[in-house]
């Protein structure tokens, strides 16, 4: 299976689409990335907030465990400070809440953006792409059979523009209704150059006959 044409300039627009559809899906990751990174820096007064709450709960706790070492009234003016000490780890706690939602955001809207941008190259890239090679395998299919190139005038024929037919030569409809092999070449030709494929050399188009002069 042959993924590029045989036809030189056909076959140096699909390497150059390749490349800038691989060039495409680089900058969708990146892209993607970039909304990620946007997006997470929302979350830096969660992790500020955090930060002073674990800060604030640690130092209110070293108090009331140093307070709570007075005899007969260290409990009773601990207290109070342990209870600071956990209403600062519940700040703490809602500013990893905070960061966690900013994340989860983040990281769909990073997914979002590079999976849109990646949707786009295969619906104009890649599909394309596979419908070409299916199409180009399919004729090179058909010129297996012993009436191949018959079938692809007859194609060219039906779906090829007049303005391209017109080139072939006039009394073009008739030659190939009797058969004219130089007629049904040009029209096989014609229909699997839009494919960008060559005929093989077994199926080359024969050469017309020598003209004949008058003695």
């Known amino acids: 299976m042959r993924i590029y044409a045989d036809q030189p300039a056909h076959r ?20 993607g990335k970039a909304v990620y990174d946007l997006i997470d820096t929302l979350a ?20 009331g ?3 709570s070492g007075i005899p007969l009234i260290g409990d009773a003016v601990s207290g109070p400070f342990q209870g600071a000490a956990g209403a600062a780890g519940n700040v703490a706690g809602a500013g990893q809440t905070v960061q ?11 997914v979002a953006t590079a ?11 890649i599909l394309p792409r596979l419908f070409w090679v299916r199409r180009a395998e399919a004729a090179r299919m058909v010129l297996t059979d012993p009436d191949g190139l ?20 006039d009394g073009l409809l008739p030659a190939w209704r009797r058969g004219d092999q130089e007629v ?6 014609l229909e699997m150059g839009r494919l960008g494929i060559q005929l093989p050399p077994r199926l080359a188009r024969p050469p017309a006959p020598p003209a004949i002069t008058a003695e």
């Open 12 to 31: 140096l627009r699909q390497i150059i689409a390749d490349l800038l559809g691989v060039g495409w899906c680089i900058l969708a990751v990146l892209a």
């Open 115 to 125: 999976g849109f941008l990646i949707l786009l190259a295969v619906l104009f890239w």
């Open 100 to 110: 966690d939602v900013v994340a989860t955001m983040a990281t769909l809207a990073g």
């Open 184 to 189: 049904v070449h040009a029209l096989a030709e």
């Open 150 to 169: 018959e079938l692809l005038a007859l194609r060219a024929l039906a779906t090829r523009k007049l303005s391209r037919l017109a080139r072939i030569g």
């Open 65 to 67: 465990d140093n307070l």
């Open 44 to 63: 830096g007064p969660g992790r500020l907030l955090e930060d002073a709450g674990n800060g604030l709960a640690d130092n209110l706790s070293g108090a």
